[in-house]
């Protein structure tokens, strides 16, 4: 009988009498033949799928069942014993245990019989190779997983050195059991070198034959050390393991008197100790810091290391390893914004978010590495130190990290406040990098610690997202503020040259009427001599008309004001940025005209560069279009000297400075970048 069951599917199913079939399926026995290729059509065999079933000769007598196993949902046909899978001695199917709570001197009934895959439960390993399955006194035979006592012991055992840590076995993984084992080997040898060092040693002195005794801990020191560093190639669980297990091993060793100083530090076992101690605290709070420990094991460790019993030498060491988890809520609330004081009260209990330095570094350099920058500023903001010279290198980044995060406007008012401006602290290099982030919006990507780090870097700058150039004016009014407070950035030569860079652009700009450049040096005056603005600003009126003129002049009015305080060196570069623009350094040289004394030295002092570089054709031949220099006679500098008024040549002849003050700027000195240059004539 051939019947087909779906499609791509046919059973066959092979019989001598179709009615000695059983009705009941759940007894058929099948067996699959291999199916074989076969020209016949009427023999259905070609396809794969194609399965043939023969049922055995089954009578309808044997079918029937009774009233009961037809009601039942199941009928057993077949059984044999089930396989022993390894197990606990309590779990034997084998042997019948006996539960007893804490009975160690002699096996409890049978509880020493064991059968081939019996384990004992407190070593974890066949119950055959057990050295104490059954020794009086400690009979593991009568281990079970439902006493305390046994527990216990098991723990003890399979935990061994890591139990002080109160660690749980579902803790221990393959690193941690390595690093128990090396803390073991580190015991013993350590040991030895302590008893060695306790004996110490008999040495000869060099002139004499005297012989003293020598204790020297400086062995012990080395090996400690090279321990550490093992550790530092651990695993961090691991690793963190092992450097407060070693801890507690030398930390209560003691210097022995002996009759010859020591050569070196690390021979004393007191200072050898303190170096020691401050690696391991350093290295396991930047674990707790940078690797991702939970929470609960951090307290682990942070337990094991109070309960070490410290000398009295050590004794401020004590709470090192107080470092709050990331998680927690006080400093969780802080990074978000959500605690702007740093101060939480909770049941009447008042929480300050206060942390060691060396904490504060830590949590500052990976926030850096990990670019959350705002959730960095909120968190330097607040939090509290034990050393607050080390944490106002940290404060003076700030502006830098509002600029990593885009916010160039709030940059630079954190730089210059009213009080202890981190201004205050620039350097020049440091004022040009500024000046280069919020002119580009671009900024290298740094992990620091003191703003100084920023200017030695060779990393590439890249642009900030979301951040725009700072305009000419917020740029301008940034550098003049930091002048202000920064006598090193006011100073400098290359500072100046930057700031130039900035008004004086590549294409000229059209030379202002003369109205506005005779106003112009009274504005500028009043706004750099305005003390008592900290803002610095810039009258909406004087860049009404010609708004980038007017922000050249303020800075070349500036300039103006710190040649008259002090040389300037070097100069040319300075001088070189107006190229574009003649008519604002001819305009600086009718200001510098009220001080004919300093002005004369200024000359003197450019004169001496020109001849001093090697380009000094090219400088002087710029020099000569606007004012005279030191070469072209000696003459000149004579009138300097009689007090004579400085002469300045123009296309329509000399004219002297003071007439030149006195014309105002719509005298020809405006025309000085046309002129030929030639000596002064004396004075009639």
């Given at each position: 009988?051939?019947?087909?069951?779906?499609?791509?599917?046919?059973?066959?199913?092979?019989?001598?009498?179709?009615?000695?079939?059983?009705?009941?399926?759940?007894?058929?026995?099948?067996?699959?033949?291999?199916?074989?290729?076969?020209?016949?059509?009427?023999?259905?065999?070609?396809?794969?799928?194609?399965?043939?079933?023969?049922?055995?000769?089954?009578?309808?007598?044997?079918?029937?069942?009774?009233?009961?196993?037809?009601?039942?949902?199941?009928?057993?046909?077949?059984?044999?014993?089930?396989?022993?899978l390894p197990h606990a001695r309590y779990d034997c199917p084998i042997?019948?245990?006996?539960?007893?709570?804490?009975?160690?001197?002699?096996?409890?009934?049978?509880?020493?019989?064991m059968c081939d895959q019996c384990f004992c439960y407190i070593c974890d390993k066949l119950a055959s190779s057990?050295?104490?399955?059954?020794?009086?006194?400690?009979?593991?035979?009568?281990?079970?997983?439902?006493?305390?006592?046994?527990?216990?012991?098991?723990?003890?055992?399979?935990?061994?050195?890591?139990?002080?840590?109160?660690?749980?076995?579902?803790?221990?993984?393959?690193?941690?059991?390595?690093?128990?084992?090396?803390?073991?080997?580190?015991?013993?040898?350590?040991?030895?070198?302590?008893?060695?060092?306790?004996?110490?040693?008999?040495?000869?002195?060099?002139?004499?034959?005297?012989?003293?005794?020598?204790?020297?801990?400086?062995p012990v020191y080395d090996y400690v050390s090279s321990f550490l560093n093992a550790a530092d190639e651990q695993e961090h669980r691991a690793a963190a393991i092992m450097r407060l297990g070693a801890a507690e091993d030398f930390i209560g060793h003691f210097q022995v008197s002996g009759t010859v100083p020591l050569q070196s530090p690390m021979s004393n076992a007191v200072k050898a100790k303190l170096v020691l101690l401050q690696r391991v605290i350093a290295s396991v709070q930047r674990q707790m810091v940078m690797a991702d420990f939970t929470q609960e094991f951090i307290h682990k460790l942070q337990d094991?290391?109070?309960?070490?019993?410290?000398?009295?030498?050590?004794?401020?060491?004590?709470?090192?390893?107080?470092?709050?988890?990331?998680?927690?809520?006080?400093?969780?609330?802080?990074?978000?914004?959500q605690n702007v004081s740093g101060v939480r009260k909770d049941k009447g209990k008042k929480d300050v978010l206060s942390e060691q330095i060396s904490v504060v570094l830590l949590r500052t350099e990976l926030l850096q590495r990990q670019q959350r920058y705002r959730e960095l500023c909120r968190y330097i903001r607040?939090?509290?130190?034990?050393?607050?010279?080390?944490?106002?290198?940290?404060?003076?980044?700030?502006?830098?990290?509002?600029?990593?995060?885009?916010?160039?406007?709030?940059?630079?008012?954190?730089?210059?406040?009213?009080?202890?401006?981190?201004?205050?602290?620039?350097?020049?290099?440091?004022?040009?990098?500024?000046?280069?982030?919020?002119?580009?919006?671009?900024?290298?990507?740094?992990?620091?610690?003191?703003?100084?780090e920023l200017c030695c870097s060779d990393a590439a700058w890249e642009p900030i997202k979301d951040a725009v150039p700072l305009t000419s004016a917020a740029l301008v009014k940034f550098a003049l503020r930091v002048q202000r407070c920064s006598s090193a950035v006011f100073t400098d030569s290359h500072c100046w040259t930057g700031l130039l860079t900035v008004v004086n652009t590549h294409t000229a700009l059209p030379e202002p009427s003369s109205e506005f450049l005779q106003e112009a040096k009274h504005v500028v005056n009043s706004i750099l001599h305005d003390q008592f603005c900290t803002n610095l600003l810039i009258p909406g009126f004087f860049q009404k008309v010609y708004p980038d003129q007017a922000l050249l002049l303020l800075v070349t009015g500036a300039l103006g004001l710190r040649i008259c305080k002090a040389p300037l060196s070097p100069a040319l570069p300075v001088l070189e940025t107006f190229k574009e623009n003649t008519w604002a350094l001819a305009w600086l040289w009718l200001n510098l005209s009220s001080n004919p004394e300093r002005l004369s030295s200024f000359l003197q002092e450019i004169s001496q560069e020109t001849e001093n570089t090697t380009d000094g054709e090219h400088w002087l031949s710029f020099l000569r279009a606007i004012v005279p220099t030191q070469s072209s006679s000696t003459e000149y500098w004579d009138q300097q000297a009689s007090g004579c008024s400085p002469q300045l040549f123009t296309s329509e002849g000399p004219v002297t400075v003071s007439a030149v003050v006195a014309a105002g700027s719509g005298s020809p000195l405006m025309c000085l970048s046309n002129t030929e240059f030639a000596a002064p004539s004396p004075p009639d």
């Open positions: 009988m051939c019947t087909s069951v779906d499609a791509g599917e046919v059973i066959i199913i092979l019989s001598d009498d179709e009615d000695e079939i059983c009705s009941d399926p759940s007894l058929l026995i099948v067996e699959v033949e291999d199916v074989k290729k076969s020209g016949d059509e009427d023999e259905i065999c070609s396809d794969p799928s194609v399965l043939i079933v023969e049922v055995e000769d089954v009578k309808k007598s044997d079918c029937v069942l009774s009233p009961t196993a037809l009601d039942e949902d199941l009928v057993v046909t077949f059984s044999r014993r089930a396989e022993v042997h019948t245990f006996t539960a007893t709570d804490c009975i160690i001197n002699t096996p409890v009934a049978g509880n020493q019989l057990c050295l104490m399955w059954s020794q009086t006194g400690v009979c593991h035979c009568n281990s079970h997983k439902k006493s305390n006592f046994w527990n216990h012991l098991r723990d003890c055992v399979l935990l061994g050195g890591l139990k002080t840590f109160n660690l749980t076995l579902s803790e221990i993984d393959a690193p941690l059991r390595h690093a128990e084992t090396m803390l073991q080997w580190f015991r013993q040898g350590l040991s030895d070198r302590f008893s060695s060092f306790l004996k110490g040693k008999i040495v000869e002195l060099e002139n004499s034959r005297q012989k003293v005794l020598l204790y020297d801990y400086l094991f290391y109070k309960r070490l019993c410290f000398p009295a030498e050590l004794k401020n060491m004590k709470n090192s390893l107080c470092v709050r988890p990331w998680d927690d809520v006080l400093l969780v609330s802080v990074l978000k914004g607040v939090v509290k130190t034990d050393d607050i010279e080390l944490l106002q290198p940290v404060q003076d980044l700030l502006p830098y990290f509002m600029c990593m995060e885009g916010d160039f406007t709030s940059s630079v008012h954190s730089l210059s406040p009213s009080v202890n401006a981190p201004a205050s602290r620039f350097t020049p290099d440091l004022f040009l990098f500024y000046l280069r982030i919020f002119k580009t919006a671009t900024a290298p990507k740094l992990a620091v610690m003191r703003p100084e």
